[in-house]
């Protein structure tokens, strides 16, 4: 079975830091690119760093870019986001995303998710 | 601008067909894709590229892409299918993803 199992949320104060994993079972990892979306409490979803499938090129959006970053081991199928300096407007879900290919460029969509892992940040 | 919007809500009759659509500059040259949300859940893939169902979904959902609009149509709608409904585009001018606002459906 296709699965995607994200760890690493947790309560921390503002300014902290938490190291988000998401481990990949049932697929071939090392093959596709990788994302991470967020969805903070009663609102939509948003992207937030993607990385082609052996880590040469890394994407950020603009909300996270220098306090974030996307990282994987395809030794160990697993894809990690460190999130440094925290934010009260960083409080959300953050779901791991599988993509349709190697890299972002052919435009394919995200076909398999984890259930998310929550992240709150305290002020 | 990358913007994707989308109505807040659209409401449709159990067994009528809903429509909802995805507004951005051009969205007719780029690969769009949906994706539903149940309340609690995590996003599923509905439709890639435009128009492209993955294994598993009903042929009910469909989608087209034209010009400055994509619209996911559900046919003969089921109370299963409440749930709020995003588009997604990959940006290539930014190299970001973006996602629409969003479109809670309603059954009614």
């Known amino acids: 079975e296709v699965q995607l199992l994200e760890s690493g949320g947790g309560l921390v104060q503002a300014g902290g830091s938490l190291r988000l994993s998401c481990a990949a079972s049932g697929f071939s990892f090392s093959s596709y690119a990788m994302s991470w979306v967020r969805q903070a409490p009663g609102k939509g979803l948003e992207w937030v760093s993607g990385i082609s499938d052996r880590g040469g090129s890394t994407y950020y959006a603009d909300s996270v870019k220098g306090h974030f970053t996307i990282s994987r081991d395809n030794s160990k199928k697993t894809l990690y986001l460190q999130v440094n300096s925290l934010r009260a407007e960083d409080t959300a879900v953050y779901y791991c995303?599988?993509?349709?290919?190697?890299?972002?460029?052919?435009?394919?969509?995200?076909?398999?998710w984890g259930q998310g892992t929550t992240v709150t940040v305290s002020s | 601008s990358s913007d994707l919007i989308q109505p807040l809500s659209v409401s449709v009759a159990l067994g009528q067909t809903a429509r909802i659509t995805c507004g951005g500059n051009?969205?007719?040259?780029?690969?769009v894709h949906w994706y539903q949300q149940k309340s609690g859940q995590a996003p599923v893939l509905v439709i890639y590229?435009?128009?492209n169902r993955p294994s598993g979904i009903p042929e009910r959902f469909s989608g087209s892409n034209s010009g400055n609009t994509a619209t996911l149509t559900i046919s003969r709608v089921q109370a299963g299918d409440e749930a709020e409904y995003y588009c997604q585009v990959w940006d290539s001018s930014i190299a970001h993803y973006v996602f629409g606002t969003g479109t809670a459906v309603t059954v009614l």
């Open positions: 995303a599988k993509s349709g290919d190697s890299d972002f460029w052919s435009g394919d969509g995200m076909d398999v």
């Open positions: 051009n969205l007719g040259s780029k690969n």
């Open positions: 590229r435009d128009k």
